[in-house]
């Protein structure tokens, strides 16, 4: 009998602990997105999803042709100003030639995003 009250009282420890310890876990923060499928390229006369996002530092943006079930292409984005807004650019070159180019500003690091894109032959 001792021995099966030994093994409540270490799982009610156990239990307790855990859920003590559930308490200070704060939650992830999540970082704004922008996405859209109505960038249209009037070079090919196709349309492109671009979804991007940022922090104060570091911004991404991926983009596929729109309807496609491919998956998404990753753009780093470099970081061309800070004052008074952080503004990002990059690009990629699209599959029959051309480029893509994608500008990120955010004024809050994150939390909100404007995004422009462009493209070049």
Sequence with gaps: MKKHLTY????CFTLFA???A???VKPVKKVKADASCNYYNDLNGKYYCVETSSTCDIAHAWY????STASPQLIVLSKTSSSPC???????TLPGG????VYVET???GNSLTT??????
Excluded: M, P, W
């Excluded at 596929?64 to 309807?67: A, T």
């Excluded at 051309?98 to 180019?101: N, Q």
């Excluded at 422009?116 to 032959?121: A, D, G, I, L």
């Design 8 to 11: 409540l009282l270490i799982l």
């Design 18 to 20: 855990n859920a003590h």
């Design 22 to 24: 559930a308490d200070k």
């Design 64 to 67: 596929k042709e729109s309807g």
């Design 86 to 92: 952080t503004r990002f650019e990059g690009y990629a």
């Design 98 to 101: 051309g480029y893509i180019v």
């Design 107 to 109: 004024c809050t690091c």
């Design 116 to 121: 422009y894109v462009q493209f070049h032959y």
